[in-house]
């Protein structure tokens, strides 16, 4: 049976672990101590016999819901883990009161594109800036 739970701090290793096998880029701890002062009920994991299994990032700045990091453990992918951990990660944007939730998915990945779509997200023709900023000193 499959549980999703809020990120706890013992979950770190298993996270990245996955993140690394899922081909994601792994955030360093610091930088999730930073965003868990915000909103630390938005980071889920989900966990099969006492393992990770999939994990989610959402983040939401009070107007828009943002869904970040979704990975499944590639063994056991096709088994509705995502869906579990994006349906609770969206009830848990209702009871902040968020009004939309935006992600950003590789215009080449098909796949991933069908699967947000079958959950009723749909791509807009926005065109994502980026600018990288100083560390603090």
């Known amino acids: ?16 672990e996955l993140w690394k096998s899922a081909g994601r880029d792994v955030l360093s701890r610091h930088e999730l101590e930073t965003k868990l002062l915000r909103d630390p009920q938005l980071f889920l994991v989900a966990e099969a016999d006492e393992a990770v299994v999939g994990v989610v990032l959402g983040t939401y700045d009070g107007r828009r819901g943002w869904i970040l990091r979704l990975a499944v453990d590639p063994t056991r992918r096709r088994h509705g883990i995502a869906t579990r951990l994006i349906g609770e990660l969206e ?3 209702t009871a ?15 796949g991933a594109l069908r699967f947000w779509q079958a959950l009723g997200y749909l791509p807009f023709p926005d065109v994502l800036c980026s600018k990288p900023m100083a560390a603090p000193r």
């Open 96 to 110: 902040l009161g968020c009004p939309r939730v935006n992600l950003l998915v590789l215009p080449e990945d098909d």
């Open 91 to 93: 009830q848990r944007f």
């Open 1 to 16: 049976m499959i549980g999703v739970r809020q990120f706890r701090w013992p979950d770190y290793d298993a996270v990245a």
